[in-house]
């Protein structure tokens, strides 16, 4: 796992529960404003997935909130 990935991971296990936007996840990872493409925060979350689900089409750990953003499923901790 990058260190980019443990972090996005570690802010998600350490709020389990909490929904993140792609926004607040970029800035609190990369520690700075975005004013460009997220892109790069949901090709982290899938490299997270393939790495830490059995399933990465149906994930468990992080679940997406539609419309929103992501979260750790709180009763995976």
Do not use: C
């Not at 689900?53 to 929103?68: A, C, F, L, M, R």
Request: glycine fraction near 6%.
């Amino acid at each position: 796992m990058t260190y980019t990935e443990f972090e996005i991971l570690l802010l998600l296990a350490q709020n389990a529960g909490i929904v993140f936007s792609k926004e607040q996840i970029y800035d609190r990872v990369w520690k700075g404003p975005y004013y460009g493409d997220y892109n790069i925060v949901m090709s982290h979350i899938r490299n997270i997935r393939e790495k830490i689900e059995d399933n990465p089409s149906k994930p468990i750990y992080i679940q997406t909130v539609w419309g929103v953003g992501y979260r750790f499923n709180k009763n995976m901790l």
